[in-house]
């Protein structure tokens, strides 16, 4: 079973910047695509950013192009969004989730597993 759990939600000012981190356990982020996947009250899920297994390599949702980046570190154990200039439309829950190929994706219903979600507020 395939368990994700992020970290490093919060509230943050508009303009500034947060670091969210996704782990999980065994092989998980050398045998499945993962992604960051987002969802604000009252909307649809929307795809930030994914990486796949081959190679790193890495998509971004248009919305936030050049503001978030996806990465994971030499393990790899955890799998970080960088978020820079929040704005707050950018206040939602955040979720961290993988699919069952080793590709990512930038369609969300391609995410098979998904982790608890971490909140991000930003304020004006």
Request: proline share 3%.
């Amino acid at each position: 079973q395939v368990q994700l759990v992020e970290s490093g939600g919060g509230l943050v000012q508009s303009g500034g910047s947060l670091r969210l981190s996704c782990t999980s356990s065994g092989r998980t982020f050398r045998t499945y695509g993962v992604g960051w996947i987002r969802q604000a009250p009252g909307k649809e899920r929307e795809f930030l950013a994914g990486i796949s297994v081959p190679g790193g390599k890495k998509y971004n949702g248009g919305p936030v192009r050049g503001r978030f980046t996806i990465s994971r570190d030499s393990a790899p154990n955890t799998v970080y969004l960088q978020m820079n200039n929040l704005d707050t439309d950018d206040t939602a829950t955040y979720y961290c989730a993988a699919t069952n190929t080793i590709l990512a994706s930038t369609n969300v219903s391609d995410y098979i597993y998904f982790g608890r979600g971490t909140q991000v507020t930003v304020s004006s």
